[in-house]
């Protein structure tokens, strides 16, 4: 029985060890190739749940969690994500930003994507005084050999969610990947769309 369940900063806290664990499952894989840690994972989402104006959207089967999509507004994220939206002259303040989307692979293709995407919209409208919505992706270059056969981005995806890309805007984190060992730097690309109001 899959059931969607959203909540805000602590309420959160019953259930940030299964997000945790889901994060590192799915970020193992491509794009990302993530090599994930309890301890990194605590520090991130803790900073979720410690802000009044974040939202987690919860996929439940059963009693299990199977996807997890997270927002903030842009003023209570990290300094590695809010400097160069302000570095750009974005009015930061007036952001409010998705963070990352996780889903098991055999839930995908039945609307969650959607789904995560208007649940944390609507959130933001709640707040108030969010004028935009955005959010970054990892780039990785088109001859990269670890690209999965076949691989499909979600560009098609966010397009027609009305996002585009913000020219130039881009932020740097570190995260390990498979394999590699010592955390490496990798260039995420912002994208961005109005948030009117409904």
Known sequence: MIRIHTCTGAAVAPHLAAVAALRIAVFRDWPYLYQGSADYERDYLETYARA?????????????????????ALVDETASIREPVAAAGLPVAQMFYCGESVLLPTYR???????????RETHARRLGGCSHSLFCSVER????????????????????????????????LDWPEVGAGASIAHSLQFWSRPLEAT
């Open 109 to 119: 293709g039945r609307g969650l994507g959607h789904r995560f995407f208007d649940e």
């Open 52 to 72: 009044p104006s974040s939202v987690f959207v919860l996929v439940f089967d059963d009693t299990r969690v199977v996807g997890a999509s997270t927002g903030i």
């Open 141 to 172: 270059a088109a001859d990269d050999p670890r690209r999965p056969a076949g691989h499909r981005g979600n560009e098609t995806f966010w397009r027609k969610r009305g996002y585009a890309p913000l020219p130039g805007v881009r932020c740097t």
